[in-house]
């Protein structure tokens, strides 16, 4: 399976920003997929993360400004990010496993990743 995310670049704060996560060699749908992220020197941190189910779950820093999707039928997931905060700003994966649910922000629990695509938010 590979994964191939993108859609990152440089916008200022409180804007927004789409981050895509294509799939391809198998399907979505039996998988859950997160989006992480990492800034140099620091671990990668899961973010968002969306079940075969449709069900999500969010990083308190960002629950109430990204929204996490998936459309099955074109093999891909995304990431909406508004609000945008210079806190924000990091290299994001997207990643897909069958994670228990209090495993989904452990890069462990995941089998394939996505090449980062790097996200700065600045004036």
């Known amino acids: 399976v590979q994964l191939q995310a993108s859609g990152g670049g440089l916008v200022q704060p409180g804007g927004s920003l789409r981050l895509s996560c294509a799939a391809s060699?198998?399907?979505?749908?039996?998988?859950?997929v997160s989006w992480f992220r990492q800034v140099p020197g620091q671990e990668r941190e899961g973010v968002a993360h969306i079940r075969s189910s449709g069900q999500t779950w969010y990083a308190d820093s960002v629950k109430g400004r990204f929204t996490v999707a998936r459309d099955n039928a074109k093999n891909m997931a995304y990431l909406q990010m508004n609000g945008l905060k210079s806190d924000d700003t990091a290299v994001y994966y997207c990643?897909?496993?069958?994670?228990?649910?209090?495993?989904?922000?452990?890069?462990?629990?995941?089998?394939?990743w996505g090449q980062g695509t790097l996200v700065t938010v600045s004036s």
């Open positions: 060699g198998s399907t979505l749908n039996s998988y859950g």
């Open positions: 990643a897909i496993g069958r994670p228990i649910l209090s495993s989904w922000r452990e890069s462990r629990s995941y089998y394939y």
